[in-house]
């Protein structure tokens, strides 16, 4: 499915959202009035770039727009994996993107974010998975490390991860292993607009309600153990 088809069908109402190599800005009309449009296309590799683009645009938000919603339009292979992008400390200009959707939520902007198609690696967390709200279209991929990456991290033994997987959706790929650990808040089937206004109409309820997803990965059984290690670290620091 295009992006201008995906954009179509979110926005029946309208929208003004453009291109910059792979990095899309702009904003949409909905029922509940304009939102703010950002994300990636082609399956992009987030760089420098890509990662000031968006941050630009976020700051540029929440200056112009006060408390406008965001819509994240997510399709990644995950940060972009080059030496000159580590010489020019890639991570920290993603800590900046990242930090500039923390101050746009703490200035009372709610988000949304959509996979449209691919979610990987550092591309994914600090972005897509930034958002109050996280969905994933049915046909897309998402992932951080695949086994044999992890693998090598951890020095635990492929064979051992494939084990482990089978069991653990921590371990694991795709878009049900993420619901059940709570990255993921739900599944379209399609682009719908009236998906998007429904999921609009509760982001900012849980955008002042905090980080459930230690919560929900504990109810979907896929993160059993980080809401009680989490309340024994925070019970020592108080």
């Known amino acids: 499915m295009s992006q201008k088809c995906i954009l179509d069908a979110l926005f029946p109402d309208g929208h003004a959202v453009t291109v910059t190599g792979y990095a899309l800005t702009g904003e949409a009309q909905t029922v509940a009035g304009p939102v703010a449009v950002l994300g990636t296309t082609a399956g992009a590799a987030i760089d420098h770039r890509i990662a000031l683009i968006l941050a630009a645009f976020v700051l540029d938000t929440v200056a112009q727009h006060p408390k406008r919603s965001f819509v994240f339009l997510v399709d990644t292979c995950g940060q972009a994996l080059s030496r000159s992008q580590e010489l020019l400390c890639l991570n920290g200009t993603l800590a900046h993107l990242t930090q ?28 897509g998975l930034m958002a109050d709200l996280v969905y994933a279209l049915a046909d897309a991929h998402v992932r951080v490390m695949d086994l044999r990456a992890i693998s090598r991290v951890t020095k635990i033994p492929h064979e051992r991860l494939v084990e482990l997987s089978a069991t653990s959706p921590v371990f694991s790929p795709g878009i049900e292993n993420y ?38 990965g504990q109810r979907r059984q896929g993160r059993r153990l980080a809401g009680g290690i989490a309340a024994k670290v925070l019970g020592t620091l108080s």
């Open 100 to 127: 500039c959707i923390d101050l746009a939520r703490r200035h009372g902007h709610s988000s949304i974010s959509l996979v449209t198609a691919n979610a990987v690696s550092g591309g994914f967390l600090s972005f």
């Open 179 to 216: 619901f059940r650990t709570g990255g993921i808040d739900g599944v379209w089937e399609e682009a719908s607009a009236e998906r998007m206004v429904d999921a609009l109409a509760i982001a900012d309820e849980v955008r002042l309600a905090g980080d459930m997803r230690m919560t929900y």
